[in-house]
Nanobody, 128 residues
């Protein structure tokens, strides 16, 4: 199983980017998916979570209302739409997944250790 994150780049504050996470070797159906990010000198932090079954999403307070997670079943891809970007959103963004039948309980969705597969990160840089 491989996860491939893409779509990063450089934008000015207030701009938008859409990140993609493509899974190969395994379908996303029934999985628990997450986005995390890591800025230089900081710990990797939770950004959002997506439950494939039902399409329920959860977000960190810092991105709530600005970021949206969605999916494309046909493309086996998860997206992170990032709007109203701020310089503090600059980081390397990672997608992660745990595939069915294993599931991540709600209280643990921010726990990186619960995710079995990780993609390489994609850099997002927001200038002021």
């Amino acid at each position: 199983v491989q996860l491939q994150a893409s779509g990063g780049g450089s934008v000015q504050a207030g701009g938008s980017l859409r990140l993609s996470c493509l899974a190969s070797g395994r379908t996303f159906s029934g999985s628990s998916m997450g986005w995390f990010r890591q800025a230089p000198g900081k710990e990797r932090e939770f950004v959002g979570h997506y439950r494939w079954r039902g399409g329920t999403t959860y977000y960190a307070d810092s991105v709530k209302g600005r970021f949206t997670i969605s999916r494309d079943n046909a493309q086996n891809t998860m997206y992170l739409q990032m709007n109203s970007l701020k310089p503090e959103d600059s980081a390397v963004y990672f997608c992660a997944a745990t595939f069915a039948p294993r599931n991540i309980i709600l209280s643990q969705i921010m726990n990186q250790d619960q995710y079995d597969y990780w993609g390489r990160g994609t850099q997002v840089t927001v200038s002021s």
